[in-house]
């Protein structure tokens, strides 16, 4: 088995940079692994900035334990859509498949043994676009969690993910493709029954409310029609909530453990797992509820303070 390159994004976060890279090098398929670092530049002569920047680029400058390592450090700053997009289609015109990871995620040990079994597994099985490292945090039960630990959904995630070339290079980040092609049903199903807000984003990038890749790829899977990958347990924890993102804010930790799951079972039926997707719509229908209520409370409190 040829080994997928590793491609890491990072921008102004020495310290996230450098938990990222010593949880991946836990895994053992990171010696045998060649590794790429797209580091975004400085927004402007902002001195505190500029430290943190330098620091990063040290930190890349003395990585070790990859097969081979490259790095490209931008100038300027050119933001995080524009890196990621840039950085994805420049690996993948050089090799057939690649790994993803930003700076603020950390992985299991066995997080390349997926992503590389995942990549193998599915290279010719074009139905399948995208393989994830993460999955929601919610309670299996019963005996149908024993049958498998790998499931398809319609909806991309993007903490710690890979992908093919001839994928890839079908992405669509024009938001007027899709505001022509979905119509209302096409839109609630790719909300998933709207439990979550992609079409939100897709239209908040329209109206340059935001500027941001990843919702773009996911809508050019669920356009395709195509599947995503998922672990049931995840592999990978985001450790960037703490506003130092770029197209983040404050807010509650991300709660799920990482998984040791080290066998892991990919099926042949190419079908998204309704049981599965059904447990996802609840969890954040709950959830949306909950934060709803949140916000509630505090405008009340804060009227009283």
């Given amino acids: 088995m040829k080994f997928a390159p590793i491609i890491i994004f990072s921008y102004n976060r020495p310290k996230h940079l450098k938990k990222t890279l010593c949880y991946l090098k836990k895994n053992i398929l990171s010696k045998k692994s060649e590794i790429f670092f797209f580091s975004d530049g400085p927004k402007s002569k902002n001195k505190k900035d500029l430290k943190k920047i330098n620091s990063v680029k040290k930190i890349i400058k003395n990585t070790n334990g990859f097969k081979k390592k490259n790095f490209i450090f931008h100038k300027k700053n050119i933001g995080l859509k524009?890196?990621?997009?840039?950085?994805?289609?420049?690996?993948?015109?050089?090799?057939?498949?690649?790994?993803?990871?930003?700076?603020?995620?950390?992985?299991?040990?066995?997080?390349?043994?997926?992503?590389?079994?995942?990549?193998?597994?599915?290279?010719?099985?074009?139905?399948?676009?995208?393989?994830?490292?993460?999955?929601?945090?919610?309670?299996?039960?019963?005996?149908?969690?024993?049958?498998?630990?790998?499931?398809?959904?319609?909806?991309?995630?993007?903490?710690?993910?890979?992908?093919?070339?001839?994928?890839?290079?079908?992405?669509?980040t024009d938001p007027d493709f899709f505001i022509k092609k979905m119509n209302n049903k096409k839109i609630y199903d790719f909300n998933f029954s709207n439990s979550l807000n992609n079409w939100s984003q897709l239209m908040r990038n329209k109206k340059n409310k935001l500027n941001t890749w990843a919702i773009f790829w996911n809508a050019t899977i669920f356009y395709h029609n195509g599947l995503c990958l998922n672990p049931v347990k995840s592999l990978v924890k985001n450790i960037?909530?703490?506003?130092?993102?770029?197209?983040?804010?404050?807010?509650q930790d991300d709660k799920s453990k990482i998984s040791n799951t080290k066998n892991f079972l990919f099926s042949k039926k190419l079908k998204e797992n309704f049981d599965l997707r059904d447990k996802i719509i609840f969890h954040m229908k709950q959830r949306n509820k909950k934060e709803k209520w949140n916000y509630i409370k505090k405008k009340i409190l804060s009227i009283f303070d």
């Fill in 82 to 172: 524009k890196n990621i997009l840039g950085g994805v289609s420049h690996v993948l015109k050089k090799y057939p498949h690649a790994i993803v990871l930003e700076d603020d995620i950390i992985v299991g040990k066995y997080f390349l043994d997926y992503m590389n079994q995942g990549l193998n597994f599915y290279k010719n099985k074009k139905k399948i676009w995208h393989i994830s490292g993460w999955n929601y945090d919610f309670k299996i039960y019963g005996t149908d969690f024993q049958n498998y630990n790998t499931f398809f959904t319609k909806n991309m995630n993007c903490w710690g993910w890979a992908t093919w070339k001839n994928r890839w290079k079908r992405i669509i």
């Fill in 240 to 251: 960037g909530f703490d506003g130092s993102g770029e197209n983040s804010f404050p807010q």
